[in-house]
């Protein structure tokens, strides 16, 4: 009885209690070794064998570039293709993250559906603010998360292209 006394006072005492509960963010795996001396390293130009336009397969900070005098973290969206699968994600340095999936360094979701296409992304200042909107967009409807792509990228070309130049 006493908790349908107040609703939205007990709403709110559970609101404030997820945003300051510690937040635990899953460690980044890795499957091939990018330090290992056999692995293909990229440092610019076209090497022989790689087709012109094909992305780095060092995903490294000297490939992307990492001049940024404060950190930014990133919630963006990829997809496999048009209205395709989707996937949210979350990082602190965007290009090294996009690279990754489009060299299926890391093995997941986004590997197992081929979901490699930058459609959307935020910046924020702050890892909390960045991990609460991921979490915001995550339980939104599928409908949703299209207006949103469709908002600020209604051809759903993949932006990394355009970031890295």
Known sequence: MHKT?????????????????????????IEKNLSDPSFPQFSGGNPEGRQAGFPPTDCGNDVVGSGKMSKQFYVYILASRR????????????????????????????????VNRLVYY???????????????????RRVWKLRLIEG??????????????
């Open 5 to 29: 006394r107040f609703p939205a006072r007990r709403a709110l005492q559970l609101r404030e209690r997820v945003l300051t509960r510690p937040v635990w963010v899953k460690p980044l795996r």
């Open 83 to 114: 209205n395709g699968t989707l996937y949210i994600g979350v990082t602190s340095e965007l290009l090294k993250r996009i690279c990754q999936h489009k060299n299926k360094l890391v093995e997941g979701f986004s590997q197992k559906y081929n």
């Open 122 to 140: 935020e910046i924020h200042p702050s890892a909390e603010s960045v991990i609460i909107r991921e979490k915001q967009m995550k339980k939104w």
């Open 152 to 165: 600020k990228n209604p051809g759903w070309k993949d932006l990394y292209d355009d970031i890295v130049g």
